[in-house]
């Protein structure tokens, strides 16, 4: 079974740019969760959607950062304008969905971003 | 709010056992996890545990909680030197809510 993809692996652009990134979550996961790991602290979660629906955004900042997941499967996750205080690895995550108990999340291997 | 405390660095000689210790906040929390984070790696699930249980046994790993306490352990046994990374603590609240990580501890083994 394939894992959590992520693209790209590596991104350095200045302040005051934009920048995407993508995920594809494990085939027919319904749950997909963006998460930001600042060097030295554990991930923290952006946003959770299920499906194509947003379940919890409250730690996005909405200002500058946005993500969408059009057709419930792959998403992107864009900053606009990057801060220096943006450069972390984002984590992608997916679980099944289902709500019926426990829900593992598997992780991508993450974008490294550098904001100079 | 939720937290979730660990501390940063573990340092144990080869073959001993090594023990990761982990506070939280939430008493509403339904699973807490232990995830692996090697460098430059995403994050691997270890093991996790249900809050009505107490133990847990995964081969080398074994997972206590004291709900009461609220306090979460994760004991490698043997640990050996492919062991050595950082180790997530996190608690979810239930279904398919997102994690509260710790801020990670980072084993480091000596030979």
Known sequence: ?116 | GEDVEQSLFLSVREGDSSVINCTYTDSSSTYLYWYKQEPGAGLQLLTYIFSNMDMKQDQRLTVLLNKKDKHLSLRIADTQTGDSAIYFCAEEEGGADGLTFGKGTHLIIQP
């Open chain 1, 1 to 116: 079974e394939a894992g959590v993809a992520q693209s790209p692996r590596y991104k350095i652009i200045e302040k005051r740019q934009s920048v995407a990134f993508w995920c594809n979550p494990i085939s027919g996961h319904a749950t997909l969760y963006w998460y930001q790991q600042i060097l030295g602290q554990g991930p923290k979660l952006l946003i959770q959607f299920q499906n194509n629906g947003v379940v919890d955004d409250s730690q996005l900042p909405k200002d500058r950062f946005s993500a969408e997941r059009l057709k419930g499967v792959d998403s992107t996750l864009k900053i606009q304008p990057a801060k220096l205080e943006d450069s972390a690895v984002y984590l992608c995550a997916s679980s099944l969905g289902f709500s019926m108990g426990k829900e593992t999340q598997y992780f991508g291997p993450g974008t490294r971003l550098l904001v100079l």
